[in-house]
């Protein structure tokens, strides 16, 4: 049965950015780490470009897991930051959940790492409380191939939308019209083919 097509709206999409910490990014291998940590920020940068509400939240980083990365808490220094004391699922944390909820968006959008844990757990239960849950995949990262793609058909098959943070933006921004500069910045920011299309057109309009 092939589900309607519902998009994000940004009026009414929070973003979660599950236990982005310094030392479970080492465990990341399913992407290149410089291209893992670039798409972590877009999807921030994203975040903040759209003005929506964001949560930090880090499982027992006093341990090795590690503390949050430190351009994530500088781009969002008045979000909520939940650091968790042992919790593997966010969701079993009642002050993330109060935070989630207090946002009082429907749509979530999250990534995290890492993502058959730290992503997949809190996204099923999220849909079993009927939130629309919209999956960052190239801002989620794990420990190889194999076990990406089992989370991926786990979170999909539940109901979980999977996006990259590109689309996610152009789902979000609807319209070239809306800020053409300010959404050619972010793209450019973090896309280096992109900044030379930008420079293109930037030239090509100056020269009209």
């Known amino acids: 049965m092939t589900k309607p097509y519902i998009r994000l709206d940004k009026n009414d999409a929070a973003v979660l950015l599950v236990d982005h910490q310094t030392g479970l990014l080492s465990l990341v291998r399913d992407i290149d780490p410089d291209k893992f940590k670039n798409n972590v920020l877009a999807l921030a940068a994203a975040a903040k470009y759209f003005n929506l509400p964001t949560i930090l939240t880090t ?4 341990g090795p897991n590690g503390p949050l990365v430190p351009e994530l808490k500088e781009l969002f220094p008045d979000a909520p930051y939940i650091a968790r004391p042992g919790q593997i699922n966010a969701w079993d944390n009642e002050d993330f ?19 058959e844990v730290c992503v997949t757990f809190p996204t099923l239960s999220a849909l079993a ?21 089992a989370a ?9 939308q999977l996006m990259t943070w590109f689309g996610t933006a152009c789902e979000l ?12 910045t972010l793209f450019s920011n973090h896309i280096p083919d992109y900044r030379n299309l930008i420079n293109s057109f930037n030239q090509n309009s100056q020269q009209k």
């Open 97 to 115: 959940v109060k935070a989630v909820k207090a946002t009082g968006k429907k749509q979530l959008i999250i990534a995290g790492v890492v993502t």
């Open 173 to 184: 921004h609807r319209d070239w019209r809306n800020d053409i500069e300010g959404l050619g």
């Open 152 to 160: 991926w058909d786990r979170m999909s098959q539940a109901g979980a």
């Open 129 to 149: 409380e009927d939130f629309e849950v919209f999956v960052v995949t190239d801002a989620s990262g794990t420990f190889n191939h194999l076990t990406r793609d």
């Open 59 to 62: 499982s027992f980083e006093d």
